[in-house]
């Protein structure tokens, strides 16, 4: 039976004019990569806030592991937060910051930080404040996976990293996984270069879950046809249209439906290709209306 790790309920955050999380029921499964995915501004890192007891919800509630986080030490310490803008104290080196690192985490790594501080070459010198974009970016990541807590969030871990670093993070994401299994939750914009990581997906969309499921089903789940307007105006008609594009007199669009022999059949001379998963996250949230230099451009967004 599937394990979960975390659970909300109708959880809502709302600041003064703005609801960044609106009613969100979600369970996220144990010992699993989920990746939490979404446009800017979605609710990605509001919703780990409120999981890791950084912020408090409007309503709703929030369960790790069984239990309110906010009432638990024990339960908040089972979790590492990686945050994209994590401040540091000012006089915190790399020393300082490992080792207060080891005090917070009871699973933490020493060799797990050490390899990784060598792989991503982080100086020791200085302090953490004069630390690059990237260079800041992989301690992170050292805490993160060297912390080894049983769930352990990363909102966009890669900010400022090189391709070598990312390529770094990746593996030793997937090695320690493999030595560790534990809960992972990633938010990333980068899906087509992460998507192998992952094994289920959250996709977030002005504050609500859009979808929740397997990586392999939810990549079989739709497809895109591209053409000429007109006809793929008819190919669509009647079919689940998550987005469409028109430009000038081509378009394309993504159908929320798994491809069917008979759709092959009804293409003519139709385009119609697997979705990858950036193309379909992608597809969520798209606007209404793009202007194209006048072109008669236009997107479109039906209900799932
Ligand atoms: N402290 C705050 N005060 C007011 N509005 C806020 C606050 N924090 C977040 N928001 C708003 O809540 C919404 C969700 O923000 P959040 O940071 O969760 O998005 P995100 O999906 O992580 O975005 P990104 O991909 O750009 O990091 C946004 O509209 C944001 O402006």
Redesign the pocket.
């Known amino acids: 039976m599937t394990q979960i790790a975390i659970e909300t309920h109708g959880l809502t955050?709302r600041?003064?004019g703005?609801t960044?999380?609106d009613d969100v029921t979600v369970q996220v499964h144990a010992n699993t990569i989920t990746g939490l995915l979404?446009?800017?501004?979605?609710?990605?890192?509001?919703?780990m806030?409120l999981i890791t007891a950084q912020d408090r919800p409007s309503s709703g509630s929030v369960k790790v592991g069984g239990h309110d986080p906010f009432e638990r030490a024990e339960t908040i310490e089972q979790m590492c937060f990686v945050r994209?803008n994590q401040r540091y104290p000012d006089d915190y080196t790399l020393k300082l910051a490992t080792r207060a690192a080891r005090f917070s985490f009871p699973n933490w790594n020493q060799e797990v930080a050490d390899r990784l501080i060598d792989a991503f070459r982080i100086p020791s010198k200085p302090i953490i404040k004069k630390y690059s974009r990237g260079q800041m970016s992989a301690l992170g990541i050292v805490l993160g996976l060297a912390s080894r807590a049983p769930i352990t969030f990363f909102?966009?871990p890669y900010l400022g990293l090189d391709a070598t670093a990312r390529a770094i993070f990746y593996d030793e994401l997937l090695r320690d996984y493999a030595e560790r299994p534990r809960t992972v939750v990633l938010?990333t914009?980068l899906i087509d270069e992460m998507d192998r990581l992952l094994e289920r997906v959250i996709v977030?969309d002005q504050?609500r879950i859009v979808r929740h499921e397997d990586v392999d089903a939810m990549r079989g789940s739709a497809f895109q046809v591209a053409g000429k307007a007109s006809e793929v105006d008819g190919f669509l008609s009647g079919l689940p249209v998550l987005s469409r594009r028109r430009v000038g007199g081509l378009a394309t669009a993504v159908v929320n439906t798994p491809m069917t022999a008979q759709h092959r059949a009804e293409a003519g001379g139709l385009e119609l290709a697997p979705v990858s998963l950036q193309d379909l996250v992608a597809a969520y949230g798209l606007g209404d209306t793009v202007a194209d230099d006048g072109a008669d451009t236009h997107m479109e967004r039906s209900a799932a």
Do not use: V
Request: charged fraction near 30%; hydrophobic fraction near 25%.
């Open positions: 955050r600041y003064r703005a960044a999380l979404g446009r800017n501004g979605a609710g990605k890192t509001t919703l806030s994209d909102d966009e938010s914009h977030i504050g």
